[in-house]
Nanobody, 119 residues
């Protein structure tokens, strides 16, 4: 199983970016998926999470600005980021709880995509 994240880049404050994460490989089922980020000199933090039932959780710092969504048919996860701030600058990682058969599941991580918010 692999997770491939994309969509990062350099954007001015107030701008928008859309991150994508595609899961591939021997996937039997996907439970929850989420986005995490790690800013320079800081610990990783949860940005947003989406359960298989459709429940969402957002970090307080991104509520109202970021939207997490999923395309189950494509095994894809998205993060629409609007109103970006310099403090959103970080490497963003996608994470997914994936089963490869009836009895085996694990959490997988993508390789990270850099988001830089600067004028």
């Amino acid at each position: 199983v692999q997770l491939q994240a994309s969509g990062g880049g350099l954007v001015q404050p107030g701008g928008s970016l859309r991150l994508s994460c595609a899961a591939s490989g021997s996937i039997f089922g996907i439970y929850e998926m989420g986005w995490y980020r790690r800013a320079p000199g800081k610990q990783s933090e949860l940005v947003a999470r989406l359960t298989s039932g459709g429940n969402t959780n957002y970090a307080d710092s991104v509520k109202g600005r970021f939207t997490i969504s999923r395309d189950s048919a494509k095994n894809a996860l998205y993060l629409q980021m609007n109103g970006l701030k310099p403090e959103d600058t970080a490497v963003y990682y996608c994470n997914a709880h994936i089963s490869t058969n009836w009895t085996t599941s694990a959490y997988y991580w993508g390789q990270g995509t850099q988001v830089t918010v600067s004028s």
